[in-house]
């Protein structure tokens, strides 16, 4: 019986890839664990091999294609002396055509439950965004620009990590960085957190500026004593002589089902501590001038990337000086009915409520805080002042979040502004479960955003 | 490591030898079908596969009693299989159903079995050695001879905690035996590039503590040393470190582009090692099966894994209830 070869799922976050090359041709035998071809993802080149034994009986996608979704079928397997002719007919070209009209800005690799938004016209949702030229790239692409010119600017920055120099990156954001600066200044460590936490604010002590790379926030947990015992709060307990100028960067926050103890959002953890500071980058822009900005900041600097905004593409100003000051929110959609206050991936949740509720005549202003200490409590305010109303919007857990503290800062200094109560959407009250189901409910979702605005609306 | 040992004659009877091959194989079809499951989105997140390392967990399980507990990383799914868990729960984790040992909520890297005194399942490189100790001081507190295995890689073994329950565990006589899987990388590091020591298992020295280093491949090896571990153990001149020299096939997790080794490596591994092939040439040479009864092995355990996989199919998803259960007993 002839049975489809289907295009795999290579990595949690894997929608769709590039059938990069065949290395079997049609009428090949191929054993068990033979590698058929080489998939690309946006992180890697992997190769895939065979499960099943038999003979190649056709090849459904021809090397090159480029948006193949997972499960489509790439191949036709059949048993010796089976003709080809048995075989079923290919059903896939609808779904890689569809692939292949999707905008290029909408990222290779969305996973989120939200679709990624498109960057429509350029100067929106970048309103704020300098006078000049810009180019499209990725949030990922951002980074390593980011690391890069900090790195050729400044001959004290160096990277340090896990699989950050060899391995060019778990999740690719150093590719390329081992080979421009060299095994010094990328330097790759063992799996000790605690350990190279500290040696890196030792170093940072002793007149450089690491930039450091937790595989993901998740594993910072281990080197969380050092960044908040001795990188926050050293400036303050030596009577200001000395500071601690360095950035602990990686992803934070859930991918996709990778269970209870490799999804957490720290951002509020982190937000907590005086001495620190915080950066959580929603679009490529984002990530780039806050980047640069904390690797020039003479503070430690939470840097909390999101793994699933990695693919995603937006506009980045191509000016090398451009940086994002800390303390500036950015605001994405003006509005009128109501605020829209997140930072992280959950801006991407807010702008696609935004949209859903400008169907309903619900005009929502959507701020990107962009820092998490200091945060901008300016713009917040005055938005609140002119709507009325405010909805936070986090992936966090719910209590002591993010959105609690503005709700308070809100009901402190703008409570004769509101017409309802502040509503705090977070991510809910349990560790994150594995199953799809459960996950996806665990999630914050623009549907719970809507519903959130809705209610404040008295709608 | 050394080129393929004709077939000597085996210190270990007909039965023996084909329950090794039998538990095993359970295992490589296992993760075989779990990596296609995979490919296919069944399975999501992270999934590290065990093929290459069988010899290690079958071994030691062959030393072990009844009572005696084991803890791991998150490349767990052999540690289950091997002591006893029922392939059908272990598959239906995987693809995140309720019929699943954690009904679903913990995923590849997180699963146990209080019954069969397996805590899991840890996806914190190097967490699970303080806890693997933690069980044996319990055993200890207790009054009973069980032996906690503690299994962590070679990655793991740079982590410092590894070292203050190093100490803690001589300076307390626990009960535990400190395995090091050590297949050579961890994701991309391979050991040269991330320390010194010459060989892991002495650094239990510096602590007093025994230890020694095993051919993870063959798995009588392992069951002797594992033998010689827990024995020491219960004597009460615990802990004990073996270190297990063993490879992994695959890659680290399903999106390993594994440009760190070359395909030769991989492939002189799998054909002068292979801890499952070692056993089948002493069954075979030896005169102990026939090529039709290992055959028929075969044929079981592919009937096994495949009812696991349907199993994990069609189990639901748990309902929605589940997402606030068990936060707190
Ligand atoms: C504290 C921590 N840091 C990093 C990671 C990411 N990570 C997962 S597995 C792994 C490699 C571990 O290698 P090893 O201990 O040799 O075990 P193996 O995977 O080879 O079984 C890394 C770096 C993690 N899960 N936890
Ligand atoms: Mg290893």
Known sequence: MATEVLMPALSPTMEEGTLAKWLVKEGDAVKSGQILAEIETDKATMEFEAVDEGIIGKLLIAEGTAGVKVNTPIAVLVEDGESVSDTPAPKVAEAVMAAAEAPASVSAQAAAPAPAPVVAAKGWPHADLPEGPTKTMTVREALREAMAEEMRRDPNVFLMGEEVGEYQGAYKISQGLLDEFGAKRVVDTPITEHGFAGIAVGASWGGLRPIVEFMTFNFAMQAIDHIINSAAKTLYMSGGQMGSPMVFRGPNGAAARVGAQHSQDYAAWYAAIPGLKVCMPYSAADAKGLLKAAIRDPNPVIFLENEILYGRSFEVPTDPDFTIPFGKASVMREGTDVTLVSFGIGVAHALASAEELAKDGISAEVINLRTLRPIDYDTVLASVQKTNRCVTVEEGFPVGSIGDHLASTIMQRAFDYLDAPVITCTGKDVPMPYAANLEKFALITPAEITAAVKSVCYR | ?329
């Open chain 2, 1 to 329: 490591m050394a080129a393929k040992k004709p077939a000597e004659r085996p210190n270990a009877s007909k039965d023996e030898l084909l329950k090794y091959y039998r538990e095993m194989l359970l295992i490589r079809r296992f993760e075989e079908k779990a990596g296609q499951l995979y490919g296919m989105g069944l399975i999501g997140g992270f999934c590290h596969l065990y093929i290459g390392q069988e010899a290690v967990v079958v071994g030691l399980e062959a030393a072990a009693k009844e009572g005696d507990k084991r803890v791991t990383s998150y490349r767990d799914h052999g540690h289950m299989l091997a002591c006893g868990m029922d392939p059908k729960g272990v598959m239906a984790e995987l693809t995140g159903r309720i019929g699943g040992y954690s009904k679903g909520k913990g995923g590849s890297m997180h699963m146990f079995s209080k019954e069969k005194h397996f805590y899991g399942g840890h996806g914190i490189v190097g967490a699970q050695v303080p806890l693997g100790a933690g069980l044996a001081f319990a055993d200890k507190y207790l009054g009973n001879d069980n032996v906690t295995f503690t299994y962590f890689g070679d990655g793991a073994a740079n982590q410092g905690q590894v070292y203050e329950t190093y100490n803690m565990a001589q300076l307390w006589n626990l009960p535990v035996i400190f395995v090091i899987e050590n297949n050579g990388y961890a994701m991309g590091t391979s050991v040269k590039r991330s320390t010194k020591s010459p060989s892991l298992w002495e650094r239990g020295a510096a602590y007093g503590i025994k230890g020694e280093a095993v051919d993870g491949m063959d798995v009588l090896a392992v069951k002797a040393a594992g033998e010689k571990a827990v024995a020491a153990c219960r004597a009460g001149e615990g802990p004990y470190i073996l270190e297990m020299m063993t490879y992994r096939y695959r890659g680290h997790s399903m999106s390993d582009p594994a440009k760190y080794r070359t395909r030769e490596e991989v492939e002189k591994m799998r054909s002068e090692k292979d801890a499952i092939e070692h056993v089948r040439d002493l069954l075979l040479q030896g005169g102990l099966a026939s090529d039709d009864d290992l055959k028929a092995i075969d044929k079981e355990i592919k009937a096994q894994v495949n009812e696991s996989a349907e199993f994990s199919k069609d189990s639901p998803e748990p309902p929605v209830e589940e997402l606030w259960t068990d936060i707190y007993a």
